[in-house]
């Protein structure tokens, strides 16, 4: 098969099998182009995209724009707060003064759930999800996936524990149901306050016991604590949320196997992962992001149809 199921990348859970597999194989190919010498290709040359970022972003915001200029495409930045977005325009509005001047694609974080889907009903571009809120963030789980893999060599039959703030995360829920769809075992471990009560009912176990749960995985995938989306306190203090939750080096070294140590960033160091684990040989956190251009290039590629 040597095209996508679907004409936007809205989330992981539109994605088959066969398409996230398509996106890792590509992304090889274009992990080796941005080794070489001369890291760029004409892919995606005379293709406009327009990154349209209202939330905040680093890691994301930057991949992106890095692969599209790998590809030789013509890049626009959209960043709500020096906007019109703040005289009170709407997205729509926004999204359709934008495409008026020849924009193929649209690359956009937002911090409302569906947000992307909203905007691929109402305007006529590709539309990239670049996280919605607390829904989705299909390229980070698509690059996680593409760096698991490296490090093991295959996805299916590993088990992954995610640890921390499931109930405000997309890299969780995107991670899930890319991870099952690739055949791994996955946990979800953390305070009761922050794991949905649904999260069961999408196949993966629960756990509230952190050393059980890195007793149990090949994988720790290390959360944030998104304070910025919590209105009411979901555990008395950061200082047991640490004790309970957060791996530091001592714990890492006292399991009975050596795991692979993940965190999508950004970090809140000595929260969720002490700086000793970020910065062991047993994490692969700038590997992580290191794959996320290439993952990212793949993603574009495949959507610009260009086969
Ligand atoms: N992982 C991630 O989405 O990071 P940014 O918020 O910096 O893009």
């Known amino acids: 098969m040597s095209n996508l199921s679907t004409k936007h990348l809205l989330g992981i859970k539109e994605l088959t099998a066969a ?35 209202f939330e905040n972003s680093t890691r994301t915001k ?15 930045n959209f960043s709500s707060s020096s906007s019109s977005v703040k005289k009170g325009e709407t997205l729509i509005d926004t999204v359709n003064n934008i495409l008026a001047m020849k924009v193929d694609m649209v690359v956009m974080r937002h911090p409302n759930p569906g947000a992307a889907v909203f905007l691929s009903k ?26 698991i893999n490296e490090k093991l ?22 991670n899930i149901f890319c991870l099952q769809k690739l055949g791994a075992e996955v946990m979800v471990c953390g305070p009761t306050t922050l794991i949905p009560k649904y ?17 149990w995985c090949d994988v ?11 209105e009411i306190k979901y555990f008395p203090s950061l200082r047991e949320y640490t004790m309970l939750y957060g791996l530091n080096k001592e714990l890492l070294n006292s399991l009975s196997k050596k795991i692979i140590v993940m965190h999508p960033g950004p ?41």
């Open 220 to 230: 720790a995938n290390m959360l944030r604590i998104q304070l910025e989306r919590q």
């Open 62 to 76: 930057l991949s992106f724009e890095l692969a599209e200029k790998r590809l030789s495409a013509d890049v626009i």
């Open 267 to 307: 970090i809140n160091r000595g929260v969720e992962i002490t700086s000793d684990v970020a910065d062991s040989d047993q994490s692969i956190i700038l590997e992580q992001v290191e794959n996320g251009v290439a993952v990212r290039m793949a993603v574009l590629f495949l959507l610009a149809g260009r086969v």
């Open 153 to 174: 060599g295959n996805i299916k039959g590993k088990k992954i524990v995610i640890v921390g703030d499931i109930l405000h995360s997309r890299v969780a829920l995107s």
């Open 199 to 215: 999260i069961a009912s999408l196949g993966v176990k629960v756990g509230h016991n952190l050393r059980e749960a890195l007793e």
């Open 122 to 147: 109402h305007v006529d571009a590709k539309i990239v999800n670049a996280g919605d809120g607390a829904h989705e963030h299909p390229t980070q789980a698509l690059l996680d996936a593409f760096s």
């Open 19 to 53: 398409d996230i597999n398509l996106i890792l194989n590509t992304a090889d190919s274009f992990k080796e182009v941005i080794n070489r010498p001369i890291k760029k290709v004409p892919s995606l040359r005379d293709i406009t995209i327009a990154n349209l970022f």
